[in-house]
């Protein structure tokens, strides 16, 4: 391994560590203020009877610690940014790029601040705030990122693992929608058995961070690194049993860092490659609406899948490490695909 290579994998490591630690630090402090404000899930699903049932056990489990994911990465990055002047370790441990990381860091913010309210909004009852104002706030959010790529970054091409195809503005414009939109309704339709979403996308982030490592975009790596170090924290709570939830502001903010990373490793057409479990949850919705709409009878017990298997009988542990290793499966098949286009 060159020396370069060598050195930015140390970087990485250590923001991972760095990043895990301060997750470990916010959790009590997290739980304190869950505690005094009474931030407890309330699963109350009136469309759904048989998933709130099964939920019911949890109510009351401190949610919004989606916060101890998104925050140690942004921390860092401030830290890093302001004291690299004065102490010649931040500037070697800095990932703060304006053409790697400006955007991901950006979009982190964005949908941690967004998802935050969104959480306090149902917590609290305000305004009526519904399921279809949160997909609102998603498409907000993504028709900004969207324009950013096209008029910042003048992106009007698809690529993967070096290989480019250019469809134009309006093209792209609807592509990075649908990718956006797909990946973060799935990943908030995942999001509903202990250790589940973490998991996941734990296993999606690592093999993102791998593509910008082998990119030479060290800075992303470093980025993402950050968000293993977050969530293997958070991970280490919201496993069976779970002493907290991640609420919209978790999987809102680790959502848009995957697409945003998956664009920027040219990886965005694996996605459904990465993310099975995603594209499975996101269809059990999908075919149950559509059988109880024309069809008038349900496939499933209950939607997403994971309360189909619930309901079912299946052990939430089981659930979650079994959906776990089909996503591992997925992401070594995307790492076979990715590599053997980029180097063969």
């Known amino acids: 391994m060159e020396i370069n290579s060598f050195l930015n994998l140390v970087k990485v490591l250590s ?66 940014l302001v004291l690299r002047p004065w102490i010649n370790l931040f500037e070697f441990l800095n990932f703060v790029n304006r053409r790697e990381t400006y955007l991901p860091l950006a979009g982190l913010f964005l949908g941690g601040f967004f998802g935050l309210i969104d959480d306090l909004l149902r917590q609290y009852n305000l305004y009526g705030f519904r399921r279809r104002d949160t997909v609102l706030v998603y498409l907000s959010v993504g028709l900004l990122l969207a324009w950013w790529f096209i008029s910042k970054l003048g992106i009007n ?51 993102l961070t791998i593509f910008a490592f082998l990119n030479q975009d060290y800075n ?25 939830f991640d609420g919209n502001t ?8 995957i697409v945003l990373m998956s664009f920027f490793t040219q990886s965005s057409l694996l996605l459904p490659i990465l993310a099975p ?6 269809l059990s919705v999908i075919v149950q609406v559509f059988s109880k709409k024309f069809l008038k009878r349900k496939i499933f017990l ?37 590599l053997s286009l980029k180097f063969l």
């Open 15 to 80: 923001v991972s560590s760095l990043s895990f630690l301060i997750a470990l630090f916010l959790v009590p402090l997290y739980l304190k203020i869950a505690w005094k404000f009474k931030l407890g899930d309330k699963p109350h699903r009136h469309d759904a009877p048989i998933a709130t049932e099964t939920l019911k056990e949890k109510a009351g489990t401190p949610t919004m610690a989606g916060v101890i994911i998104w925050l140690p990465p942004l921390l860092l990055a401030f830290l890093f």
């Open 157 to 207: 091409f698809i690529d993967v693992a070096d290989k480019r195809i250019f469809v134009g503005t309006i093209v792209f414009f609807i592509y990075f929608l649908l990718v956006f939109l797909a990946t973060v309704l799935a990943g908030d339709i995942t999001d509903g058995v202990d250790g589940l979403f973490g998991g996941i996308s734990f296993s999606i982030i690592l093999v």
């Open 220 to 244: 992303l790596a470093a980025f993402g690194g950050s968000l293993l170090g977050s969530l293997l924290a958070y991970l280490w709570f919201n496993f069976y049993p779970a002493k907290f």
């Open 250 to 257: 978790g999987s809102f903010s680790v959502g848009i860092a």
């Open 277 to 282: 479990i995603f594209v499975f949850e996101a």
């Open 302 to 338: 209950s939607t997403p899948i994971h309360h189909h298997l619930r309901a079912r009988g299946w052990p939430e542990p089981n659930i979650t490490f079994r959906f776990w290793i089909i996503n591992i499966i997925g992401c070594l098949l995307g790492v076979m695909i990715y």
